[in-house]
Every structure is written in structure tokens, then in C-alpha cells.
């Protein structure tokens, strides 16, 4: 982890090795700050956001706090008069905070593996050195977690993805992904909410609805959930 | 009711955002210029965030089924009202069957047409935005066509004079607040955001250099052209929120300044993050002109929102007192 000082200097960066434990904090604009944890990603750094999501979110002056990977974006509802005490409330937040688990519920997903719109498929076993029926089967055999919801509505960044079919995200993404499809991020894994650009790797579709603007919540998907993919059908 | 006649793609009926669904991976959506929505919505008696249109395809015309007041804010689009020309900022009461013309503004990008009541479209999640992308909100959750007819709020009295009445823009009122560059570069204040340092001596270039932007621009994000910044070396980040204003930086070195529509998270490095209340004259930057970013601190940026709350102050004192004035004179 690297961190950088509060007031950037405008030569060369000063960039300093910091003590572990010690999360980075940094402004977007005005009214945002993101809180990152310190270290690798793990499950235990993401329970800790969680608890610190659900303290601050609290907070009178916070609009919204948005869960990202091992990271917490803060929104205020207007610019802080003293950016630097709110900084600081944010820095003894994380250090009181404990790593909670969150009481998910479980979502088995059936998937179609393979067929039309598994169209990376291939290029994720080249990439792993796998046969088609062993990247389909590590993948359904998976124990999942919701680390966050974000990029699109209801889209769920799952962990627990196994280490032999990390794929990196595409180069060149495909340019019109069908909504429903299961993919491959590097760590990660999901299901699309919407179609259209997407650099991750396609393995499979899903039919089941992952968002309704008209449900409460509209996600079907929370922080915390565990996922299960079902092998509905598998065309090789 | 109002009745489009003439419409080009990407106008939509927008209010002040959807909030407190980010966390689903839900966009704000929201008026471009807030600005200039929460002015027009003032000059027709609403409160600043009811939902309006925003047009920023021209030519625009409308119909009304009925008697109303409109206002017209944001960017000069030579209004017309049944052929007869109308100031900018203004507001006036119309008569059924009365037609308003928009057409393209030649310096800005947008404009709102806000009416006594607010536009009647269902709320979903807390807000009557268009959300393009996710395809709920506003009419449909897509953007307007010609011959769509849309409701409008139930109103109270709105007494407006003969011939109307108009606001000071704000790039007027506020000049000393929103400074121009002599040769018409828009300034957009900033603050260094996460990654600044990780650009080393490149970061300097991001405030000295004219950005231009590009045509692969719209209410998502808006991409800049200029000399490529680069990361002294390269960095992976894990997904985390953004919000609009944040100016990312891909590893073209061509910056993108997320906008209303903006992605949830991004991975990106981020150098800066646009001060909020400088938002919405980026949102009525035009694609092909220049802009440059003017390094800012949260100190600056509080005395601009203060002056900002009392521009808005003043009308929305105002407005009532002139209902008030007039109906007096009438009753007279």
C-alpha cells in the first residue's frame, strides 16, 4: 500500500511506505471520501467495510456510503466546513471498527454454461490451461459471496471465484454483452445487469432478473449474500 | 398536458437526481445544469427540484393543452413563443394551444423548461429522473419523442406579470464567483483526488494544459482531448463508488470527467475531482470547446456555495412578493 499526503505536491510525487493497519483517505471533489482499507483483498477487510458502511451511514451529514472492494465511498450532503475533522471522525471509525458478517440471504442462480453467449469461453481456457468442462465446473462448484452491489444497477461484484480460473478483464471489451450473462473479471465473478459494453469474459447466461426499479429493494442482490450457480444446462 | 411536437434525440425529463440507491449501483441521473433547473423551477413558484425537461437536441417545440407558466432557463436558445421572441431566464404564462420553439443555442448546451406544478411522470426510487442507461424514470425511462404528451403537476395560484418576468443568469449575477478566461476557455475548479501523486511531475500539465471536449461526450461522462498524463508506473485499483465530477484517468492519459449519468464505481486512477457547484457549467459545456482546470480547495469552493444560496435566496423571496404585488394591483 502506498499513501499520499493530503496536499499533493506539485514535483515529483512524495510517495511513502505507511505502517500496516493504516487506511488511505482520499477526496473526490467536495463531498465525497473514499476510506480504503489497507493491505490485500480479503474477505475480512470487506466485513470490516461493511461495519464501518453501517456506522457511517448514520451519520447526519452523510447523504449515502457506497461498499465498494475493500473500500467505502462516503457522499456528504454538503461540503464539510472542516474537511479535516471529518477526515479524521472517518480514520477513528475504521480503527474502532470490527469486522461483522452480514446475515445474507442465499440466491441460487441457474445458468445455461456454454452455448451462444458464452463467447470468451474459449479464450478463458487458453488462458487457463483448462478444458471447457473443468472452467464450467470450478465455476459452479464455487461458494460465492456479494462483496458489493455497483458499476450498473444491481450488478453484483461476487468473491470466491477459484484461483485457477481467474481471467483478467478483456482488452478490447465486447461491444453489445446480453444482460444475464455470467462472466469472469480477474478475482471475480457476475452476472450482467444491462446489455451493452462489457470487458469481462462470458461463460454462460442466466435468466433470472438481477434488478426491478419497481420492487423495494429493486437489487435482488445485498452486501453480504452468498451465491450459488446452478448448472441449469451445459452446451459444449 | 404538453404535447411535443419537434424533438431530437437525448431530451429528457429530469430533477435535481435520484439518491440513496448508489449502493445498488443506481446513478444519480439529474439535471446537468442544476442550476439552471432549480432557477426555472423558482420562477414558476415550484420548489427548486421539481422534475422539468432538458433539452439538449434542437430544434425543440411544444404544445400546450392547456393554461400554464413556463419558465426557460439555462443555455440561450433564441425561445419563441408563437413566433415572438422571448429573453433568456424568463418566465410567463401561457394560454392553450400556445407553441414554444427552442433553437440551438450557440453558446451553451442546455436548456430547461420547467412549468408551474412540475412534470407529471411516476417516481421511481424517490425520483422523477430519466436513467437512460437503466431504463426507468421519467417517461418511460426513455428519451422524448415527437407526439409524446405529458402531464403537469397540479399548481397553486402562480401569478405572473404581463409579458413575464426573468432571473439574472447566474454567469451574470455571480460573475465575480465564476470567473471567465479572456479567450473563452472555460475554468473548471478542481480538487487532487486519490491517485494525483502516483502522476508525479505529469500532474502538472493536467491544470497547465487546454483540454478539449470530444465527441464521445454525453450526460455520462465527457471525454477530454489534450497531451496524453501518464502514471509513473502503473497501478491496479479495486472497484470503489465515483461521483460525478470525478476526473478519471485511463491508461490513454486522456482524461474522463464522469457527468450526471456517471458509472457507479470505476477502477480508474483518479487525479481530481471537480468541485460540486462548478458542475454545472461543465453541464452546459459544449462538445468541441476548451476547458481548463483551475486548482481549487474546499475554503474556495464554500464561499462560491454560499454566494450561489444567496442568488438563489433572492429569487426565491422574490417570487412570492411579485405574486403578492400583483394580485394587490388586481384586486385594486
Known sequence: MISIQNEPL??????????????KISVIGTGAYLIEAPGAFDLEAQRRIWALAHAVELWPEVREVVPGVTNLLVILKRTPVEPEQFEARLRTEWNCSRAIDLVGKTVEIPVTYGGEHATDLAAVCDYTGLTDREVVQLHWQGDYTVVALGSAPGF???????????????????????????????????????????????IGFAELPMFDPMKNPPALLAPGDKVCFVPERIEL | ???????????????????????????????????????GNLLVGNDEGEAALEVQTFPFRLRFDRDTTVAITGADCDARLDGRRLPPWWALAVSAGQVVELATPRHSARAYLSFAGGIEVEPVMGSRSTSLRGGFGGLDGRFLAANDRLGVRPAGACVVPPGGFGAMPPETALADHFPASEDGTLLVRAIPAGEYALFGGEAERFWSQTWKISSQS????????????KLVSPVELRSHGVVPGVVQMPPSGEAIVQMSDANTAGGYPKIAGVIDIDLWRLGQARIGSRLRFVRSSVAEALAVERAVETYLGDIRRTVPMLAEALAAMSRR
Open chain 1, 10 to 23: 506539485s514535483t515529483p510525487a512524495f510517495i511513502a511506505a505507511v505502517p500496516a493497519g493504516e487506511p
Open chain 1, 156 to 202: 453484483g461484484y461476487l468473491h470466491g471465484l477459484d484461483p485457477r480460473i481467474h481471467v483478467p478483464r478483456k482488452t478490447v471489451p465486447s461491444l453489445r454483452m446480453l444482460k444475464g450473462t455470467v462472466t469472469i473479471g480477474g478475482m471475480q465473478t457476475g452476472v450482467s445487469v444491462l446489455t451493452g459494453p462489457n470487458g469481462w469474459n462470458s
Open chain 2, 1 to 39: 398536458m404538453i404535447e411535443v411536437l419537434q424533438t431530437g434525440p437525448l431530451n429528457t425529463v429530469q430533477d435535481l437526481g435520484r439518491f440513496g440507491f448508489r449502493n445498488a449501483g443506481v446513478t444519480s441521473s439529474g439535471a446537468m445544469d442544476r442550476l439552471a433547473l432549480a432557477v
Open chain 2, 218 to 229: 454525453d450526460r455520462t461522462g465527457y471525454r477530454l482531448s489534450g497531451e496524453p498524463i
